[in-house]
Nanobody, 124 residues
């Protein structure tokens, strides 16, 4: 089993930055792809970013490309989402996800494990 715990959410003004962390516990060696999704009130959960592990293949949603960066620290079993130039439209609960397959997918069904989520609120 793989357990995911997110942290780093909070409130920030538009134009600000936040870094989310996702620490994995358990059988982390079976995880091949790490992803971030988000869900705003009244909306479906949507893909944000993903990356392979090992490797550097990354995938970003168009809405966050050039503003968000996904990275990882294998020694700490932690994946990060660096978010810059935040807007109120980025307000959502952000979820970390893990996939045991090899595809850097953007669908919820591509991922087998999920964290509990961390709230990000951006005020104008």
């Amino acid at each position: 089993q793989v357990q995911l715990v997110e942290s780093g959410g909070g409130s920030v003004q538009a134009g600000g930055s936040l870094r989310l962390s996702c620490t994995a516990n358990g059988r982390t060696y079976i995880t091949n792809v790490w992803g971030w999704f988000r869900q705003a009130p009244g909306k479906e959960r949507e893909f944000v970013a993903a990356m392979r592990s090992p490797g550097s293949n990354k995938n970003y949603a168009e809405s966050v490309k050039d503003r968000f960066t996904i990275s990882r620290d294998d020694g700490k079993n932690t994946v990060y989402l660096e978010m810059t130039s935040l807007t109120p439209e980025d307000t959502a609960v952000y979820y970390c996800a893990a996939s045991f397959g090899g595809y850097v997918g953007s669908l919820r069904s591509d991922y087998e494990r999920w964290g509990q989520g961390t709230q990000v609120t951006v005020s104008s």
